[in-house]
């Protein structure tokens, strides 16, 4: 019953739009300083969460395989993650503002939410990550006072109906 409201509900749509809104403008703020501001760099921070990992009470490392992915592959390659996170940050911002691709949006803030975490990051993101997932699970009626409105039914109508339509090839 409750997931029927949330996902229908037009009284849910609206909570939501202030939701996404206040959201967004979080995850916008984030990026946009981090893209305006005097250069971005996510080295000293991978450093610190490797250094550093979540332990668990026993004192033994929680998430080795987190770590593991820092060390390996995020430490390497930091120019990507320089362009990425203020951009990806920027971007879910946008769309949960505008209200366009809003559960793409939301998945993706989701999961920088949750890489944050699992570096050992506790700050604002269980909050983040509890309305995430509520507006996640709202799915279009999440954005459906926003450009979603228009977007998802286009979008179901042409890309969705056109790949429906042609009929697979067997060679």
Same mark, same amino acid.
């Given at each position: 019953?409750?997931?029927?409201? $949330?996902?229908?509900?037009? *009284?849910?749509?609206?909570?939501?739009? *202030?939701?996404?809104?206040? $959201?967004? @403008?979080?995850?916008?703020?984030?990026?946009?300083?981090?893209?305006?501001?005097?250069?971005?760099?996510?080295?000293?921070?991978?450093?610190? =969460?490797?250094?550093?990992?979540? #332990?668990?009470?026993?004192?033994?490392? *929680?998430?080795?395989? @987190?770590?593991? %992915?820092?060390?390996?592959?995020?430490?390497?390659?930091?120019?990507?993650?320089? &362009?990425? *996170?203020?951009?990806?940050?920027?971007?879910?911002? $946008?769309?949960?503002?505008?209200?366009? /691709?809003?559960?793409?949006?939301? %998945? &993706?803030?989701?999961?920088?939410?949750?890489?944050?975490?699992?570096?050992?990051?506790?700050?604002?993101?269980?909050?983040?990550?509890? %309305?995430?997932? /509520?507006?996640?699970?709202?799915?279009?009626?999440?954005?459906?006072?926003?450009?979603?409105?228009?977007?998802?039914? &286009?979008?179901?109508?042409?890309?969705?109906?056109?790949? =429906?339509?042609?009929?697979? #090839?067997?060679?």
């Amino acid at each position: 019953m409750f997931a029927k409201w $949330l996902r229908e509900s037009n *009284v849910a749509a609206g909570l939501f739009t *202030v939701l996404r809104l206040w $959201l967004g @403008y979080n995850w916008m703020h984030a990026g946009w300083g981090k893209l305006t501001g005097d250069g971005f760099d996510a080295t000293g921070y991978l450093k610190n =969460a490797i250094a550093n990992p979540v #332990k668990g009470p026993d004192g033994n490392m *929680v998430y080795g395989w @987190y770590v593991s %992915f820092l060390e390996n592959f995020a430490l390497p390659n930091i120019d990507l993650f320089n &362009f990425i *996170v203020p951009v990806g940050e920027f971007l879910v911002g $946008l769309g949960l503002i505008l209200g366009c /691709l809003t559960t793409a949006a939301m %998945f &993706f803030g989701l999961l920088m939410n949750f890489s944050f975490f699992l570096a050992g990051t506790v700050s604002h993101n269980p909050t983040d990550i509890f %309305f995430g997932f /509520l507006i996640l699970f709202a799915g279009y009626n999440a954005g459906r006072y926003g450009l979603d409105h228009w977007v998802i039914p &286009f979008i179901r109508k042409t890309i969705f109906r056109q790949s =429906a339509e042609k009929p697979d #090839k067997i060679s």
